[in-house]
């Protein structure tokens, strides 16, 4: 295995990934594999998906030098990635618009998606459209109420979404539900799932969807500095924008690769999303990793203000990242969180989703533990318009 | 050395399909579930099998769900699941049906000793694959229990032998695509899938998913040799206006499936 090619073909990241699954669903896996690495070394299809990429989502996105934003952070030079100018305004379309293609490669007309904070929901929802394809959204009873916008641009975008009532009414129960639709209609349909979780291929080929944007962003830092940055950062729920953005980097062994989990109150609180910072090894929806868990193997419920990073498992690759030490991972506050989204906003006019205000918050240290000689490539993986709500909540402004 | 649960297998061969009633450890709450198993061992269940409540069952539909998070409300786990386990295997051969993570949360090599210890003869892994196995397979045959792995229609011939090969006890035959709960009939899929499987292994085969009452019992059992009720026995529970009620219904419903496996034509 070299080193860009971490895991065996039954998709073990080392002790992590594989599958822990129905046999139900292993007919299915085992297409959706196949229909993947046909399709990496098909030039039709990377000639369909980089068109789609160039005239419909917008690549490749830009790089901005965030010069005022870098004062507050110990004087190094920071980049920012921008995937918040993506169509849909994350880099969750570079997935979707993946899946979707893959999907009607195997002939399926249908797709299922589960989101927590609605990104994701609204990115395979618009790829559905796009596509022809027809879309059921499931998303935790709690998370449609605050996401409540999001889920009129689903159903705006001719999707359906149907609230999951289950447990705790969050993304870990919306996946828990898509799941048993795809047990049930899986001949059909397709589940477009929305991060480098759950059974192999999921980590693999999301992985795949979404490494353009560490590829493109190894080229412009290369370009505009003449050098490899000397650290990249990313916030890490599930970690696809992380993996997106720290693949390319992986074989520089002089690039650190810090991934930023979110901390919600504070680790030691107790009530936090970091799954690899205080989390356990075990497996959830199909794949081993970190977990949030009781001692009785219960999956426990994470907390975030950011709902995009409010899932108690995370990626197999970023585990094991983290266990060979090539990545680091560390937790961000909420209320660090909301400092640099604040900051971002003010000092250089980008609203960052509050997922990404993470990875800035991790920069502003890391920043200051680099000094002024440093650069710093950050991934802005979202934009913040759906978090004006909670924004305004948290900073105490009227609406 | 075989288990109490292939020794129950063996004694009704070639006579009748045994019949498996499933409940989750901690449901209603503990000391009502000995009950319930007492009641439904009274009606005439074969063989118990427990389940370990799991706060992401993806394997399980509404019935199920409700009664794993009423458990887990209740505090149910580790401890519980052995508890229960151990009440029901003296009485008859009884197994565990778990997900994958709070064995190895638990840790392996305990649970399979400790599943031997309280008199289980097995275990049901819904969610674990063969490729998974490894230790699992070493550990289960070290402690004489059985590893149950479930198959569904979609199982293809090759992958079904592979799986069927590292199965012990008997094979579970999901009757169709999707997860547990009531159905109005058993789907046609079921008895296809079954003479698929046997053409792979000569151990038992059980049919579950979507029995739930006398007639559909009688119809898995004329091609199954097992047939498994979860959902029917919770639903007579939870709808029960009291427990007393509860544990006559459950008992009814045992006695007309057992009457319906004995009933089957072979």
């Known amino acids: ?399 | 050395m075989s288990t109490p649960l292939e020794r129950l297998f063996e004694s009704t061969r070639g006579e009748r399909a045994i019949l498996i009633g499933y409940i989750p450890a901690g449901f209603p709450n503990q000391a009502d579930s000995y009950r319930i198993i007492q009641a439904m061992v009274d009606g005439g269940v074969d063989a118990i099998e427990i389940g370990f409540p799991y706060s992401d069952p993806v394997m399980d539909g509404p019935i199920i769900q409700a009664a794993a998070d009423q458990a887990l409300r209740n505090g149910a786990g580790a401890k519980e699941v052995f508890e229960t386990l151990k009440f029901a295997a003296s009485l008859v051969p009884s197994l565990i049906m778990t997900y994958w993570n709070p064995i190895e949360r638990y840790g392996v090599e305990n649970f399979a000793r400790d599943l031997a210890a309280n008199g289980g003869s097995g275990v049901i892994t819904p969610d674990l694959t063969i490729e998974e196995s490894g230790e699992w397979i070493s550990t289960t045959t070290a402690h004489g229990v059985n590893r149950i792995y479930v198959v569904a229609p979609s199982t293809q011939e090759e992958r079904l032998a592979k799986v069927t090969q590292q199965g012990s006890g008997f094979i579970y035959a999901a009757s169709l695509m999707g997860v547990t709960g009531l159905r109005t009939s058993v789907s046609s899929g079921a008895e296809d899938l079954v003479s698929r499987i046997r053409k792979t292994t000569s151990i038992p085969v059980a049919v579950g998913l979507g029995v739930s009452n006398g007639v559909q019992a009688a119809e898995v059992a004329a091609y199954a040799d097992g047939v498994i009720v979860g959902s029917a026995f919770i639903r007579a529970v939870q709808e029960a206006p009291s427990l007393d009620a509860g544990l006559v219904a459950v008992r009814e419903l045992a006695e007309s499936l057992a009457a319906g496996v004995r009933s089957a034509k072979r």
């Open chain 1, 1 to 399: 295995m070299s080193a860009t090619q971490l895991s065996d073909q039954l998709g073990h990241f080392g002790p992590f990934g594989g599958r822990f699954v129905p046999e139900a669903l292993i007919g299915a896996l085992d297409e959706l594999a196949a229909a993947h690495q046909t399709a990496l070394v098909d030039p039709l299809f990377i000639k369909e998906l980089s068109d789609l990429h160039r005239t419909y989502s917008g690549r490749p996105s830009i790089i901005t030098e965030a010069k005022r934003f870098s004062e507050h952070a110990g004087g190094a030079r920071i980049f920012l990635k921008r995937e918040d100018l993506n169509h849909t305004g994350s880099h969750k379309i570079n997935n979707v618009l993946g899946q979707a293609l893959l999907t009607k490669r195997m002939g399926k007309k249908r797709i299922i998606a589960e989101t927590g904070a609605g990104q994701h929901g609204v990115a395979s929802a618009t790829a559905a459209a796009l596509m022809g394809l027809e879309c059921v959204v499931y998303m935790g009873e709690e998370d449609t109420k605050r996401q409540a916008l999001n889920v009129v641009r689903m159903k705006l975008l001719g999707a359906e979404v149907i609230p999951v009532t289950q447990g705790s009414r969050t993304l870990k129960d919306a996946i828990n539900e898509a799941m048993r639709d795809w047990v049930t209609n899986v001949e059909t349909t397709h589940y477009l799932l929305g991060t480098v979780a759950g059974p192999h291929p999921f980590p693999v080929m999301v992985r795949d969807f979404h490494k353009i944007i560490g590829e493109e962003s190894r080229e412009q830092m290369l370009a505009l500095n003449g050098k490899l940055p000397d650290a990249v950062l990313a916030c890490v729920g599930g970690g696809s924008n992380a993996i997106g953005i720290f693949h390319a980097f992986i074989p520089d062994e002089g690039v650190r690769l810090i991934g930023l989990e979110a901390g919600g109150r504070g680790v030691e609180t107790g009530f936090h999303a970091a799954t690899i910072t205080g989390g356990s090894r075990g497996v959830l929806h199909g794949t081993r990793s970190y977990v949030l868990q009781d001692k009785n193997g219960q999956t426990v419920e994470s907390h975030s203000i950011s709902a995009g990073l409010d899932y108690p498992g995370v990626g197999p690759e970023h585990a094991y990242l983290h266990d060979i030490g090539r990545a680091e991972y560390r937790a961000i506050t909420d209320a660090e969180a909301m400092e640099a989204f604040s900051l971002l906003c003010k000092t250089e006019g980008i609203i960052p989703a509050i997922e990404s205000a993470h990875a800035l918050a991790g920069a502003i240290k890391v920043g200051k533990e680099l000094g002024t000689d440093a650069t710093l490539l950050i991934n802005l993986s979202g934009r913040g318009d759906k978090d004006v709500h909670t924004a305004a909540e948290y900073f105490g402004m009227p609406l």
